[in-house]
Nanobody, 122 residues
Framework: VQLQASGGGLVQTGGSLTLSCAAS????????MGWFRQAPGKEREFVAA????????TYADSVKGRFTISRDNAKNTVYLQMNSLKPEDTAVYYC????????????????WGQGTQVTVSS
């Protein structure tokens, strides 16, 4: 399984960014795709997840109403649209995939992309 994340960058408070994660290596129809983030000195935390089949989503409370996770089945790509960004959203963002989704804790997830830096300036 290969996950290639992209789309990070520097944005001002209140701005928007869209992250992409291209997945390859197997059929993901029964998997859950997710985004996590890790700020310096902090543990990796869950941001959002989407079921490949059906498209149901779940979000961390800290991003509800501001971030939207979506997928493009034809491109095997998952997106994270981030609006109303805040300085506390600054982190390295990782995409991940899991076959049996039972936890938002990062150690419960199977495969990881390389991460993309998002920096929100105040």
């Amino acid at each position: 399984v290969q996950l290639q994340a992209s789309g990070g960058g520097l944005v001002q408070t209140g701005g928007s960014l869209t992250l992409s994660c291209a997945a390859s290596g197997r059929t993901f129809s029964s998997y859950v795709m997710g985004w996590f983030r890790q700020a310096p000195g902090k543990e990796r935390e869950f941001v959002a997840a989407i079921r490949w089949r059906g498209g149901s989503t779940t979000y961390a409370d800290s991003v509800k109403g501001r971030f939207t996770i979506s997928r493009d089945n034809a491109k095997n790509t998952v997106y994270l649209q981030m609006n109303s960004l805040k300085p506390e959203d600054t982190a390295v963002y990782y995409c991940a995939v899991v076959r049996n989704y039972y936890s938002d804790y990062h150690l419960a997830w199977d495969y990881w992309g390389q991460g993309t830096q998002v920096t929100v300036s105040s």
